[in-house]
């Protein structure tokens, strides 16, 4: 299963404050040790909110929001997405992280992404319902 | 912590942890099935005393602590032993005296190599292929006995079994804890390559049982694959297979329909295609390729496979090109079962009757004889060129010839679909 890693922001890398080259050569470490475990699928750092935005939906309107946004501590700063076995192997391996935000206290949070199997109620018939009469009615080659 | 939250802890940290401490016990005692049973007692002393003390800061230093100081009693006390003992013994006892930190510092400095030289001895060629697999699941992937069995639907003690004499046959070929060097790394790396592909495909398609795909044995195998390539970053052949693996298992979740039956390439739909294990596997096969290692045999699956990937809709598939890398790939690995593949691809450049000839051809090979594929493809070509009461025919053989149930439904269904059409 994977799991995503969010990395919350602090007042630091929302007013982009870069990590020392002492934590960079740490996290580099330790992105390194998740490469050779196999369970590293993706990650980056994001730059702070200021350079980012949102856009709100209510009912058909859509409304455009700049940056910065004010609640840093739901802000995220960086992600990463995990391959792993379980939910606890994900932590065991959030506990090894080196502290992200050194001199602050910042948070490391753990969200499991959604499998297609998490949708099949969502998809009863339809769509899946039409590829299985394809399937048998088509006769294509096999092939991987 | 609730017990069975601590129970759960453990179980990820032995997940995250066995493989390197195997390995560097294996080092330390020259004998692998020792180390796996060392490596279990700390795993035992960790489950007994977890729950009352509380999870360590360092759980790997506390399990390789545990592990080494079992060691050196099962020197000092075992009797079974005593051959070990005189060429060991010694050793130990000398390595236990100096100080535990310079000890744990050489453990660290030579984590990546202990990792490889365990790799190379579960896939050694004293052990069968099946003996291989069950270790190197047991030892790299820290799946258990009963993962294993699952995974490959045998019963549990058939697993172990294996697992022990593979230990044992290790033992007294005294195989010795090692990466090869020169000419054997090639032959021994390919045997690695081969049971880390051969865990992927049985997960990929299932040989047997209701299942067709089995993704978590997926997972292991690219896992196992991930850690090969960062083990040994400049062996083109290990980016191509982990390439290879990472395109096949971007199209898993499009692979099964609703109810579980097996959809094929052609039909799936592409927007369930995972396109970060897509991305993953084109950057993967660049790099085997960048290595030189385009006209090895993983490499260049991988690059027929990232034709597939490239192709928005089948209609876009360059069948061109797959059909030249078949070629090659048969030059490469002269084998019926790649030029019937080669068929298939020569029937969508130029025809179902151009293909035919290649399928047909093969009918004769007496290493075909009982392989469902080769009536499956050669019905296909059937179908498409009318012959619809001969296609019957071969999809009924086809279904009757394999081992999954997923398949031969598949197989019945598109049989009895003939028979209707051509009435």
């Known amino acids: 299963m994977r799991f995503m890693i969010l990395i919350k922001a602090t007042k630091d890398s929302e007013t982009g404050v870069l990590p020392s080259t002492e934590l960079l050569t740490e996290m580099g470490k330790y992105n390194e040790e998740l490469v050779k475990a196999g369970i590293l699928l993706a990650g980056e750092g994001l730059h702070p909110s200021a350079k980012g935005a949102r856009v709100k939906f209510s009912g058909g309107k859509r409304t455009v929001i700049d940056g910065p946004f004010a609640e840093t501590k739901e802000l995220i700063a960086g992600f990463w997405l995990w391959q792993v076995k379980s939910k606890e192997e994900a932590i065991e391996w959030v506990k090894r992280c080196p502290d992200p935000m050194p001199g602050t206290e910042s948070e490391i949070e753990i969200r499991q992404v959604f499998e297609s199997e998490d949708f099949a109620p969502s998809d009863p018939t339809g769509e899946l319902m039409e590829k299985e009469r394809q399937l048998r009615e088509r006769t294509e080659s096999k092939g991987r | ?423």
């Open chain 2, 1 to 423: 912590m609730t017990a069975s939250a601590t129970q759960r802890a453990i179980d990820a940290i032995w997940r995250i942890e066995s493989a390197r401490l195997i390995a560097g016990l294996a080092r330390l005692v020259r004998d692998v099935g020792l180390a796996e049973e060392l490596a279990q007692d700390a795993l035992v002393a960790a489950l007994e005393r977890w729950p009352e003390s509380g999870i360590p800061d360092n759980p790997g230093a506390w399990l390789m602590a545990t592990a080494k100081h079992r060691a050196v009693d099962l020197f000092r006390r075992n009797k079974r032993l005593e051959r070990k003992h005189e060429e060991l013994g010694l050793e130990l006892e000398a390595q236990q005296a100096r100080t535990v930190p310079e000890l744990d510092a050489a453990l660290d400095d030579d984590v990546g190599d202990d990792l490889l030289r365990l790799m190379f001895t579960a896939c050694h060629p004293v052990l069968s292929t099946e003996a291989r697999v069950a270790l190197t699941l047991r030892l790299l992937g820290g799946l258990t006995t009963g993962e294993i069995a699952r995974a490959f639907l045998v019963p549990e003690p058939t697993v172990a079994q294996r697992i022990v004499r593979a230990k044992r046959t290790l033992s007294e070929a005294h195989v010795p804890f090692e990466v090869p060097r020169g000419a054997e790394l090639e032959a021994r790396l390919s045997s690695v390559l081969q049971v880390i592909y051969l865990v992927f495909n049985e997960g990929y398609s299932a040989t047997a049982g209701d299942d067709w795909v089995r993704p978590a044995l997926c997972e292991d195998a690219l896992r196992l694959g991930r850690i090969l390539a960062g083990l040994v970053p400049k062996e083109p052949e290990v980016h191509g297979l982990v390439a290879l693996m990472e395109l096949q298992a971007s199209r898993l979740r499009a692979r099964v329909g609703p109810s579980g039956e097996p959809v094929l390439l052609l039909d799936q739909n592409r927007g369930r295609w995972d396109q970060l294990l897509i991305r993953r596997g084109l950057a993967a096969l660049e790099r085997a390729e960048a290595l030189g290692g385009a006209r090895g045999p993983y490499t260049s699956q991988a690059a027929i496979a990232a034709c597939h990937a490239r192709a928005r809709t089948p209609a876009e598939t360059d069948w061109m090109r797959i059909a030249a890398l078949y070629e090659a790939l048969v030059q490469l690995v002269p084998s019926p079962v790649v030029e019937l593949n080669r068929a298939v691809a020569v029937s969508m450049a130029f025809g179902p009757a151009a293909g035919l000839e290649i399928v047909d051809a093969l009918l004769s090979e007496r290493s075909l004889e009982d392989y469902h594929l080769l009536p499956s493809v050669r019905g296909d070509l059937l179908v498409k060129l009318g012959r619809l009461d001969e296609a019957r025919a071969e999809f009924e053989r086809a279904a009757s010839l394999t081992h999954n149930e997923r398949e031969r439904k598949l197989l019945l269904d598109r049989a009895r679909a003939s028979s209707r059409t051509s009435t």
